[in-house]
């Protein structure tokens, strides 16, 4: 009987020292910070594309591109609000006018996108740090700019 109660707790220790290891591994591959980072980026793309997209309404609406983003608060011709802040550091992203229907929208990423983020394609992939997007209004929505 001790044999088997010997045994019996010898494959708990060896159940637990796997759950042990099963769950830093898991850390190890997949650190909660990078997580987090990757969520805060995929929020971030997220947001400059509604900003496009409001961007894009504003100038349909006035021919002529926002002065500033927090014009877009008052359009009523989005369906919902932009978010044209960071979402991590509360800090609106930059924005500037580069010509009669060409802007630039940078925001600061936490880390380089890679191929399973929702928003990487074409002009969406993005450095760590500061990166910008050159966008270009065209009647049929905005392009990537030159």
């Known amino acids: ?12 220790w060896l159940a637990a ?44 609406a006035h021919q002529v591109l926002p002065a500033e983003l927090k014009v877009l608060d008052g359009e009523e011709n989005h369906h919902q609000e932009v978010k044209w802040h960071d ?12 010509g009669e229907a060409g802007y630039r929208l940078c925001a600061i990423f936490a880390r380089i996108s890679d191929q399973n983020d929702p928003f990487n394609g074409i ?15 065209t009647p049929q929505g905005t392009q990537p700019g030159p």
């Open 123 to 137: 002009n969406r992939a993005h450095g760590a740090g500061r990166d910008c997007f050159q966008m270009k209004v």
């Open 1 to 12: 009987m001790s044999l088997q109660f010997a045994n019996g707790r010898l494959l708990a």
């Open 87 to 98: 979402p991590e550091t509360r800090q609106p992203f930059e924005y500037t006018v580069t």
């Open 17 to 60: 020292i796997v759950a042990v290891a099963a769950v830093a591994t898991s850390i190890w591959i997949h650190p909660p910070s990078e997580a987090r980072a990757r969520r805060f980026d995929e929020v971030r793309m997220h947001s400059l594309n509604q900003t496009e997209t409001a961007i894009h309404a504003y100038f349909v």
